[in-house]
């Protein structure tokens, strides 16, 4: 088992930056995939970001302004949010394990979810 504990979401303006971090401890491997998806109210779980092996994928929404880090003799992955507009505001959360890839677009399903940190943007 794998246990992911997110921290450092919290409400920004738009336009503003944001860091979430997620903590992984359990039977954690550096090959692992770690990244994190996204559900507004009202609207389906998204992915936003993962890597594994040095290869990290992004969803479309957020191209060029989200970046993920992974520190794995820390094992925490960093969700790095840039020019954050209403439409961010979500819960985040963190993934880690299964099956990461790039078909027409990229795709990954974890196995493993943490508990979610609130984002939210005000315009």
């Known amino acids: 088992q794998v246990q992911l504990v997110e921290s450092g979401g919290g409400l920004v303006q738009a336009g503003g930056s944001l860091n979430l971090s997620c903590a992984a401890s359990?039977?954690?491997?550096?090959?692992?995939?770690m990244g994190w998806f996204r559900q507004a109210p009202g609207k389906e779980r998204e992915f936003v970001a993962a890597?594994?092996?040095?290869?990290?994928y992004y969803g479309e929404s957020v191209k060029g302004r989200f970046f993920n880090s992974r520190d794995n003799a820390k094992n925490t992955v960093l969700l790095q949010m840039n020019s954050l507009g209403p439409d961010d505001t979500a819960v985040y959360y963190c993934?880690?394990?299964?099956?990461?890839?790039?078909?027409?677009?990229?795709?990954?399903?974890?196995?493993?979810w943490g508990q979610g940190t609130q984002v939210t943007v005000s315009s």
């Open positions: 993934a880690a394990g299964g099956r990461l890839g790039y078909g027409l677009r990229a795709y990954y399903y974890p196995d493993y």
């Open positions: 359990g039977r954690t491997s550096s090959r692992s995939a």
């Open positions: 890597g594994s092996g040095g290869v990290t």
